[in-house]
């Protein structure tokens, strides 16, 4: 493989900033965040570029953020729950008490491509009509017209317990975010009345803002699961599943990065039927599929293999890569890679980013924050992951040494 075409995977990787452990906007943060967008820019990054953020920007870093937009393939994600920012025994909250549709308001003024991010919905405590219905008027009165809605529990309990057993944090892990059907058919009459494009899952509505034909995660076959079929990319994406196949170059970068794959390629792949209320079902995670035979790259000999190979595999290759038996089961240590050339490497890896992050303490200490309940070490700020050119070039040389 060429130098061009190795680098070029790692170009082209959807990076997050400072979404890890803290807020990229919290007021210990904001330097280094612009740091890392500096970075990013002067190695000519391709790919998406996300600030997930609950602090409000001031109109100063809106402008700067625009300056970056014209450079890098920018989406600012703007985190809203409506839930009550004091602090209830017993009751969720968040304690971020400024205004983050302020922030949407500036994004739309200085062009820089944002979408609210609804979430995590609590019932009973923000899933009524009035609380839901307040935030869709509150996002439409910004100018943005997208919204992702993410991160529905059933309950807060676990999260909310300090006392955790292994047991209930294995079940917590394994949890998927089920939407009641009360509170979609609320969901569904806002997107109507405030003329909102909503989306479940985080790729498909960023690929949508920033103008892309397909979501970067591989859910084009599982339309129930991702609502392909109302989707407006869906004529670009789901309806093109078939030809998004890995190719020669793809497979021959995986085995570079110390994997045993092989391709597999369907004129047909199946599509997944599980209905949405019976997701939990379904052992297997939906952006690393093994139960269904479809186009993909699929791991062998992976005793060792862990959901991070997999997903750091799929989001440089843009292509579904599984391995049998490959799930979510809870590891903390799941977002490393584990091949012999990427061990020790600063990547890091979560469900949809490639991950570029200072972790540090708790920013604004919500209740549903993971941080301390199962991740206490991570308390000490330490960066976590790294530019995707950076660690190419640790790479390249790393395999140019093995092979003289």
């Known amino acids: 493989m060429n130098k061009k075409t190795f680098f070029d995977y790692f170009g082209n990787v959807p990076v997050s900033i400072n979404n890890l452990y803290g807020d990229p906007f919290f007021s210990l943060q904001v330097k280094n965040t612009f740091e890392k967008l500096e970075s990013l820019k002067n190695t000519q990054h391709k790919g998406i570029v996300s600030i997930i953020t609950k602090s409000e920007i001031t109109e100063e870093q809106a402008i700067k953020l625009s300056e970056y937009s014209k450079a890098l393939k920018l989406v600012v994600l703007v985190s809203i729950s409506g839930l009550t920012n004091k602090k209830v025994e017993g009751m969720p909250y968040e304690c971020t008490a400024k205004n983050r549709y302020n922030t949407l308001y500036l994004c739309k003024k200085y062009n820089i491509p944002s979408l609210a991010y609804v979430r995590p919905f609590i019932p009973p405590y923000n899933t009524s009509r009035q609380c839901i219905e307040e935030i869709f008027k509150n996002v439409s009165k910004s100018g943005i017209t997208t919204m992702i809605v993410s991160g529905l529990r059933g309950n807060d309990e676990i999260l909310l317990n300090s006392g955790i057993s292994k047991e209930e944090k294995d079940k917590w892990s394994f949890r998927v975010k089920i939407i009641p059907s009360d509170v979609r058919k609320i969901l569904n009459e806002m997107k109507e009345k405030y003329a909102i494009t909503l989306f479940e899952r985080t790729s498909c509505g960023v ?198």
């Open 207 to 404: 690929a949508y803002v920033l103008n892309e034909k397909i979501s970067y995660n591989p859910y084009q076959a599982s339309p129930q699961l991702a609502k392909c079929y109302n989707c407006p990319l869906k004529s670009t994406c789901f309806d093109k599943r078939d030809e998004i196949k890995p190719t020669k170059d793809d497979i021959e970068f995986v085995k570079l990065l110390g994997y045993d794959a092989h391709l597999n390629i369907y004129d047909k792949g199946q599509i997944c039927n599980v209905d949405p209320q019976k997701r939990t079902e379904c052992e297997s995670c939906c952006t690393s599929c093994y139960k269904l035979k479809r186009n993909a790259i699929q791991l062998d000999k992976i005793e060792n293999v862990s959901l991070g190979d997999t997903s750091v595999l799929r989001l440089l290759t843009k292509k579904l890569v599984y391995g049998n038996g490959v799930r979510e089961v809870g590891d903390k240590n799941v977002a490393y890679p584990t091949s012999s050339i990427l061990t020790g490497l600063p990547i890091y890896v979560v469900n949809s980013w490639w991950v570029y992050a200072r972790s540090m303490p708790k920013c604004y200490n919500c209740s549903y924050c993971m941080i301390g309940k199962y991740y206490s070490e991570c308390y000490n700020t330490e960066e976590m992951g790294s530019n995707p050119i950076e660690v190419a070039k640790m790479i390249w040389n790393k395999l140019n040494i093995s092979v003289k």
